[in-house]
């Protein structure tokens, strides 16, 4: 066996061969498209670090939402923003928050759309941090405490995922219990569950005003998102939320990561999504903007690679995007 018996160019001499044994598909099934919302009426604000993207409100994420679906997209991924933050982001729970109304509005004009909400403190505390700060640490425990009211708040206006976002210990257990005992048991939880401190949450965190505070005395996110360096760690946090009662577990962000999101599918059964993050979107964007590279097949190249290496999910910016080409 070998050349010339075995040319392996016969079976990419069309597009319609090379269709014919293509072993990874883009669908526009397992794609989630991230928004952002604000309190207000009428919004629909360009966000400057993210190209093609907006700030709504809940009246106009509502229609946002309902082109999301039209184009096939059966999920998405809400991002709030409080009118004033404070020491504890108690925003986040407020029941006349901006992601909370947003909730009931999707939900009425689209009730088939899948909606799943980031769970998480930094866009409404003070500092700017995930968690709450005591002693100028992290209070971890405390912080899970309040997660979950979060999620309740999530669940109580309508939400079907939520997805903690902090990294903190224990909160998908403490989430999971909250929504046992209040009569939620059929809303999912999709982890972060290994979630890295990453320069590619740049644009995202200008986005959300969510970056955290220096004067804090703690001036990243190390002390709770993972270390880059580690993948044993990071198939330990999913073994952990797996037990903790999540449903789907997310590797964030993708591209730096495809050994972690090819490790986790070898290991574990259970449902992966993948978030191509804000900074791997601009990456592309900057990119083919600056005329370096095509957008569309560069696009298509990364999230190939993520459906490749594993994910079932991928949360990604370019959704709409990818939709409309598949949809062509
Ligand atoms: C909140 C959160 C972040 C992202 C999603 N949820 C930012 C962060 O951890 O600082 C990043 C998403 C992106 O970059 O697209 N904790």
């Given at each position: 066996m070998g050349f010339p018996d075995n040319r392996l160019r016969r079976l990419r001499k069309s597009e319609s061969m090379r269709r014919l044994v293509r072993e990874t598909t883009l669908s526009v099934d397992n794609l989630v498209f991230p928004l952002f919302v604000r309190n207000g009426k009428g919004l629909k604000e360009p966000i400057r670090t993210l190209a093609g993207c907006f700030h709504f409100s809940s009246d106009t994420v509502a229609k946002?939402?309902?082109?999301?679906?039209?184009?096939?997209?059966?999920?998405?991924?809400?991002?709030?923003?409080?009118?004033?933050?404070?020491?504890?982001?108690?925003?986040?729970?407020?029941?006349?928050?901006?992601?909370?109304?947003?909730?009931?509005?999707?939900?009425?004009?689209?009730?088939?759309?899948?909606?799943?909400?980031?769970?998480?403190?930094?866009a409404y505390t003070d500092t700017g941090h995930c968690g709450l700060i005591k002693n100028g640490k992290i209070?971890?425990?405390?912080?899970?405490?309040?997660?979950?009211?979060?999620?309740?708040?999530?669940?109580?206006?309508?939400?079907?995922?939520?997805?903690?976002?902090?990294?903190?210990?224990?909160?998908?257990?403490?989430?999971?219990?909250?929504?046992?005992?209040?009569?939620?048991?059929?809303?999912?939880?999709?982890?972060?569950?290994?979630?890295?401190?990453?320069?590619?949450?740049?644009?995202f965190r200008d986005a959300a005003e969510s970056s955290p505070d220096v004067t804090t005395g703690?001036?990243?996110?190390?002390?709770?998102?993972?270390?880059?360096?580690?993948?044993?760690?990071?198939?330990?946090?999913?073994?952990?939320?797996?037990?903790?009662?999540?449903?789907?577990?997310?590797?964030?962000?993708?591209?730096?990561?495809?050994?972690?999101i090819y490790r986790a599918r070898q290991r574990f059964d259970c449902p992966i999504a993948a978030y191509n993050v804000s900074g791997e979107y601009m990456m592309v964007h900057a990119s083919a903007a600056a005329g370096h590279i095509d957008l569309d097949a560069a696009m298509t190249a990364v999230l190939t690679s993520i459906k490749r290496a594993g994910a079932d999910i991928i949360i990604t910016y370019f959704a709409k995007e990818l939709a409309k080409k598949l949809n062509d």
């Open positions: 946002e939402a309902q082109e999301t679906a039209k184009l096939g997209i059966p999920a998405v991924l809400l991002f709030g923003q409080p009118t004033k933050k404070d020491k504890t982001g108690s925003e986040a729970w407020s029941e006349n928050g901006a992601v909370q109304l947003a909730i009931k509005q999707i939900k009425e004009a689209v009730p088939e759309m899948i909606v799943i909400t980031d769970v998480c403190l930094c209070d971890n425990d405390a912080t899970c405490e309040l997660l979950a009211k979060v999620a309740l708040s999530h669940a109580q206006a309508g939400a079907d995922i939520v997805a903690p976002s902090d990294m903190m210990d224990g909160r998908v257990g403490a989430i999971r219990q909250c929504l046992e005992k209040n009569g939620f048991p059929d809303v999912a939880i999709m982890s972060y569950a290994a979630k890295f401190a990453s320069a590619f949450y740049g644009p703690l001036a990243d996110r190390r002390s709770y998102q993972m270390d880059p360096a580690n993948a044993r760690e990071a198939l330990a946090e999913i073994a952990l939320d797996i037990e903790e009662g999540a449903d789907i577990m997310m590797i964030k962000p993708a591209l730096p990561y495809l050994d972690i």
